[in-house]
């Protein structure tokens, strides 16, 4: 007998060194090798539209297969034997051009159910078509392929450019900058640009949802507005994304702004020369009153004092500097807290992007004329966490600019029933005198303190009181002379005029900011839970200083 007759076919070809063909595959045994769960990663589709597949199966419907960027490629499948016998996992790549040819590579032999294998991309050309299947065997039989999944490469990165015309540029004035960006395989699936050299990292097109500065550029362009922040030599920056995630070399464009042109105003937090609102938004964060919400908020809620996550339960407000700028700095307390913060703004209105510093608490008391008294036996504690109410007044000696500066603040708190007034001091903070500026009684506890500047007819700031009781709002206004100002209005909390009621119960939050409307006078603001503001225009007089005698219908 030969030796080709004694041997069984495999047994022969194994004895000469010829290797044989898989075994045939048998679907209908059950104890065939099963290969599911295809992935490749990184996973083909289109960043644009933030739509993904692992496998995709029909590469001719819609927008065509999936594109994947500059990068090796693996292919995973989840392969087992119902026996729980070794199997071996071969990966066919298919380039699927006329003519094109296929490669197979195979796992090791294991129990283990991941098999994967990994392609370089030197082996893709840049705007190919591939596609990859897998089948397992465990040396007796084999499973039938997976089903074909389809992608397509894109090597090339796409290109960014932004421009901007000759037009000066000024702090807090809106400038356009036109973005531009190219792409020759998968096209421009979106951009993002911004104003600071740090790298924009691991951003996505999807996330123009919550970031304005994440943009689609319509035919490849679109124009936005900068406001720069301070005056000086500054950049806008850009990066462009290509449907295969492929990310653009920054582009850039630098220029200079010059000192803004608009007034310094008290209660300007972005250098525009208007007042602005700040309100908690649904999310906890403050936000200026009519900012797109999708900017980056004013103050985010993540750092807001006390460690809550949210400025709807802060004591906030903003009226002048204790930084020697042009707008307003952000001064907050957290109820019960025994600390006062203070955000200093960059220019641009952006309170959070560094970390506060703290107030300190002045240790020594004056009376309303000035004489030394004992804090402790008037009530004044030696930190903040008796305080129930403080507002940021402006200058209690003339809210007028000085040489075109706004004059340093000063902040009103009301502790243990008593009305007290500090005024700027040195190094970004506070004075360490306290001056009580009502009576030496608790009549002030349970009044809310708004601070709308000047709005009775003089140069100095005005208080607007409401009770939390009734929802009166009274105003008291400072006398006397800037070297010596007189608070005798402040005594009592109920001797003020009254200009309106704002019942407590349907306008939990209320304030004033100074002009809102443009006409002249101060008005009145009141904002719900979500950060919607309702503004009450004030009525009355503008010279020579403006004189608030009510407001009209809500607008």
Not at 82 to 95: E, M, N, R, S
Not at 221 to 241: C, H
Not at 326 to 334: E, T
């Amino acid at each position: 007998m030969t030796l080709a007759r004694a041997l069984p076919v495999a047994a022969l070809a194994l004895a000469l060194g010829i290797a044989t063909a898989a075994p045939a595959a048998a679907a209908g045994d059950p104890a065939t090798p099963a290969v599911t769960a295809p992935r490749t990663s990184p996973t083909p589709g289109f960043a644009g539209e933030d739509r993904y597949s692992d496998c995709d199966t029909n590469p001719y419907s819609g927008s065509g297969a999936g594109w994947v960027g500059l990068g090796d490629l693996t292919f995973r499948a989840r392969a087992t034997s119902p026996t729980g016998a070794q199997v071996q996992t071969t990966f066919q790549l298919w380039d699927t051009a006329y003519g094109g040819k296929r490669t197979d590579q195979a796992s090791i032999w294991t129990t283990w159910p991941e098999a994967s294998t990994s392609f370089g991309r030197d082996g893709f050309v840049d705007g190919g078509q591939y596609a990859w299947r897998a089948r397992a065997t465990d040396g007796k039989l084999t499973s039938p392929y997976t089903a074909w999944c389809y992608f397509r490469v894109d090597h090339t990165p796409p290109t960014a450019e932004i421009t901007t015309d000759e037009t000066p540029k000024k702090v807090g004035e809106a400038a356009t900058f036109t973005l531009k960006g190219t792409d020759t395989g998968s096209q421009i699936a979106c951009a993002r640009w911004r104003t600071t050299s740090t790298p924009s990292v691991g951003w996505r097109c999807s996330d123009a949802a919550k970031d304005s500065h994440v943009v689609r550029l319509t035919d490849g362009s679109l124009d936005i507005k900068v406001k720069p922040e301070t005056w000086g030599s500054q950049a806008v920056y850009l990066q462009t994304m290509d449907n295969a995630g492929n990310v653009s070399q920054d582009a850039s464009v630098s220029y200079y702004a010059q000192q803004s042109t608009a007034p310094a105003v008290f209660g300007d937090i972005d250098a525009d020369g208007k007042p602005d609102v700040l309100v908690p938004d649904a999310s906890g964060n403050l936000r200026k009153w009519g900012a797109n919400p999708l900017d980056t908020a004013n103050a985010r809620a993540q750092v807001a004092p006390g460690g809550s996550g949210s400025w709807a339960g802060i004591q906030y407000g903003h009226r002048g500097t204790l930084s020697y700028q042009q707008v307003d700095d952000l001064i907050a307390h957290v109820p019960g807290g025994s600390a006062l913060y203070v955000f200093h703004n960059g220019g641009s209105g952006l309170f959070t992007e560094q970390g506060p510093t703290l107030a300190y608490k002045p240790d020594t008391c004056r009376s309303a004329d000035r004489r030394i008294i004992d804090c402790a036996e008037h009530g004044l504690g030696s930190n903040w966490s008796k305080v129930t109410q403080f507002a940021v007044f402006g200058s209690p000696r003339g809210d007028s600019p000085i040489e075109g500066v706004l004059p340093g603040t000063s902040v009103l708190f009301v502790e243990n029933g008593r009305l007290w007034l500090v005024e700027r001091g040195f190094s970004n903070g506070l004075n360490d005198e306290a001056v009580l500026v009502s009576g030496d009684d608790t009549r002030w506890d349970g009044y809310e303190l708004l601070t709308p500047g000047r709005a009775q007819g003089t140069d100095f700031p005005t208080l607007w009181a409401r009770s939390q009781a009734n929802g009166t709002i009274r105003a008291f206004s400072v006398a006397g002379t800037p070297d010596l100002p007189d608070f005798s209005a402040f005594a009592d909390p109920g001797a003020g005029p009254v200009l309106a009621t704002l019942a407590p119960g349907a306008h939990p939050r209320a304030g004033s900011d100074g002009d809102l409307t443009g006409d002249g006078l101060p008005d009145l603001w009141s904002a719900d839970a979500s950060g919607k503001v309702t503004v009450f225009p004030g009525t009355g007089t503008t010279a020579p200083h403006p004189t608030v005698t009510g407001f009209g219908p809500a607008i």
